[in-house]
């Protein structure tokens, strides 16, 4: 009886764990480019500039990675909601069910 249920319960288990392992490893590398889109940020604010032109271009470098930065950080968000979702569903679909019911 117990090792029919284990069939049925560790494959669907084994499946999330799976994943959420994968989600993870996603959100940790997404936190070191966020890491580095930060540093690259204070890069180039502290770059001096001595004209108009320079002013321009190092804004428009500050607003593509403020871009970026929101991205990443968006995607971070959108993942760890996933992952949270697939460790309620692991539960929901029977990892903690008693397999003497």
């Known amino acids: 009886m117990l090792a ?3 069939r049925k319960i ?3 288990t084994i499946f999330f764990f799976k994943m959420i392992k994968q989600i993870e490893r996603q959100v940790r590398e997404l936190q070191k480019e966020l890491a580095e889109a930060q540093k690259e940020r204070h890069l180039v604010r ?3 500039c001595r004209g108009d032109m320079e002013i321009r271009q190092k804004d428009e470098g500050l607003d593509r990675i403020d871009k970026r930065i929101v ?5 971070i968000r959108e993942l ?3 992952r949270r979702e697939m460790m309620s ?3 929901k679909k029977g990892g903690y069910e ?3 019911n």
Do not use: C, N, R
Not at 71 to 75: G, K
């Open 4 to 6: 029919q249920v284990g």
């Open 10 to 12: 560790f494959p669907k």
């Open 46 to 48: 502290l770059q001096p």
């Open 71 to 75: 991205s990443i950080t968006q995607q």
């Open 80 to 82: 760890e909601k996933k």
């Open 89 to 91: 569903e692991a539960v």
């Open 98 to 100: 008693s397999p003497f």
